[in-house]
């Protein structure tokens, strides 16, 4: 085992060195601060939202999200007693890394222009979602993959992620502002299917024997984190939707779907299990419920009572599939989801792409006033009419399911090769290479 682990720790080491090498070297060659935060480069987007934005009134946003990543993410992986530790000294060295391949893949393919990339609070934020889809991924394999593979796995998905989004948003024309598409439902199948292709019956079963009490901890993690979630989740949500000249329908949503969504799992709670009241990890996951499936909508509703609804609804989808779903997955189709993904990122971002199907039907100038060119600038412009609108926004759902699949089995597929596997030993190097244990 001391052998195994200093090599690890080497391989790691040697993985970073060369990524990070590599990043300098082409953030010296191509990128380059904006005059002026790059807003101004985001035009070719057809639904971007960042044109004609105060500068100053980008950057609050940009904190929060990056604070969202860092501590909400992070202490979603806290509270699991044997991954804990390891789990959020990995999370932070994923941020470090994905962020910065992020700005230059996004950069390439939205920023890029006279042979440079210019960076601003406009492409930090885009990096950060890029980066918040990768931690969701990570949250399905915790405990399966060593450090090195959790590395390779944001390269992979960070280039696969920034891809899929270019597609739907800036070729097909697809709204999407709070990212229900390529932040949750993306991050989510991705990690699932990364999950059943390393899928080891041996090592699985001992494994999930371990972790069958994890989440039922009463953590201090899990209330600061619950606490972060609904603290930064509505400028996560409105980073790209909120203007300046506008009301933040998505920040107001948010926070309707927020307290519906954990109303819900209060109610449920003790339906589904022998609970009085539920565990705050249980309304952790409420939380991320609700804002999950305001990821699209959000910035379509026009009535508070529609988010009531529609975080009333992922309230209860949440607990279900923990109830329902997850001993479907592990029995059935083999997949090992640690932290939940599919039922608190997977199914709501689901509802809330479907949601917003239904709401793009609705895009009419008597609807949505001025916001009509914000939301959807094809359909203000004449270019499309709202039923058109709405066929691309349904399409962007299983286009988006089957690019996550396809991503998560070339990337399991190379993860699983022997030269990145760990040895097949009682100890766990995620857990051990960075903490004792």
């Known amino acids: 085992m001391p052998e195994h682990n200093a090599a690890s720790r080497l391989r790691l080491s040697g993985l970073c060195f060369l990524l990070q090498i590599l ?253 009085s009241t539920p565990r705050m990890v249980q309304i952790q996951d409420a939380t991320l419920a609700g804002a999950a499936v305001m990821g699209m909508a959000g910035d379509m509703l026009v009535t508070p009572f529609g988010a009531l609804i529609a975080g009333f609804l992922a309230g209860l989808i949440c607990p279900l599939g923990f109830r329902f779903f997850t001993p479907v997955l592990h029995s059935r189709l083999k997949i090992q989801d640690t932290c939940g993904v599919h039922n608190v990122h997977g199914l709501p971002g689901i509802l809330g792409a479907l949601l917003g199907v239904l709401l793009t039907l609705l895009a009419t100038a008597d609807t949505y006033g001025d916001r009509l060119e914000l939301v959807f600038p094809l359909v203000a412009r004449g270019s499309r009419t709202a039923a058109d609108q709405a066929f691309w926004q349904l399409c962007a759902l299983p286009l988006t399911l089957l690019l996550a699949a396809l991503g998560g089995c070339l990337t399991g597929a190379i993860l699983k090769t022997k030269a990145l596997r760990s040895p097949p030993d009682k100890g766990n190097l995620e857990s051990t290479v960075l903490w004792e244990v």
């Open 23 to 275: 990043n300098i070297l082409l953030f010296a060659v191509f990128v380059r601060y904006s005059p002026e935060s790059s807003s101004s480069l985001c035009s070719p987007q057809p639904n971007c939202s960042r044109r004609n934005q105060d500068p100053g009134f980008q950057h609050p946003r940009f904190w929060d999200v990056h604070l969202q990543v860092l501590l909400g993410f992070g202490l979603l992986v806290a509270f699991l007693g044997r991954y804990g530790p390891g789990s959020v000294a990995i999370s932070i060295l994923l941020v470090s890394f994905a962020i910065q391949w992020a700005i230059l893949i996004q950069g390439f393919l939205y920023f890029f222009l006279n042979g440079k990339i210019s960076v601003g609070a406009g492409s930090m934020v885009s990096a950060d979602f890029c980066t918040a889809a990768v931690l969701i991924s990570t949250g399905a394999v915790l405990g399966r993959v060593n450090p090195v593979q959790m590395l390779l796995l944001a390269l992979l998905e960070v280039t696969l992620c920034s891809l899929t989004e270019y597609l739907l948003l800036s070729l097909m024309g697809v709204s999407d502002s709070g990212r229900s598409l390529t932040v949750h439902i993306f991050g989510a199948y991705f990690g699932l299917m990364v999950s059943r292709i390393l899928h080891q019956p041996h090592i699985d079963k001992r494994k999930r024997e371990d972790q069958q009490d994890m989440g039922h901890q009463p953590d201090v993690f899990a209330v600061v984190g619950t606490i972060y979630l609904w603290t930064f989740w509505p400028s996560f949500t409105s980073a790209t939707a909120v203007q300046d000249s506008a009301e933040p329908w998505a920040v107001l949503n948010t926070y309707f779907s927020l307290v519906a969504s954990t109303m819900a799992t209060v109610i449920l709670s003790p339906v589904l299990y022998e609970e």
